[in-house]
């Protein structure tokens, strides 16, 4: 079993920035497929950003603004998010896979944070 807790959501402006953390505990999130995923009111849950061994891609919609970093002895991912818009605004959930693979639908995830709320006011 792996529990996630994300961290860091909260009230920013557009333009700021906010970095999101996702603490794992009872296994290890190294040799993981780890994935940001975030859904707005009324929309189906869409993938942000995903990282394993070999690197991280990105939703366009985020590209050049969001990076995703990990900290395996922290057991830990990151969310850097950079000149957020208004609509940015969701809530983020953290992911994990069984494997190490990229999975881009939110099914291909085993594991699930309980969500950080992201609010950006134009």
């Known amino acids: 079993q792996v529990q996630l807790v994300e961290s860091g959501g909260g009230l920013v402006q557009a333009g700021g920035s906010l970095r999101l953390s996702c603490a794992a505990s009872g296994r290890t999130l190294s040799s993981r497929a780890m994935g940001w995923f975030r859904q707005a009111p009324g929309e189906e849950r869409e993938l942000v950003a995903t990282i394993n061994w070999s690197g991280s891609m990105y939703a366009d919609s985020v590209k050049g603004r969001f990076t995703i970093s990990r900290d395996n002895a922290k057991n830990t991912v990151y969310l850097q998010m950079n000149s957020l818009k208004p609509e940015d605004t969701a809530v983020y959930y953290c992911?994990?896979?069984?494997?190490?693979?990229?999975?881009?639908?939110?099914?291909?995830?085993?594991?699930w944070g309980q969500g950080t709320q992201v609010t950006v006011s134009s």
């Open positions: 992911a994990a896979r069984d494997d190490s693979s990229y999975a881009y639908t939110s099914r291909q995830y085993k594991y």
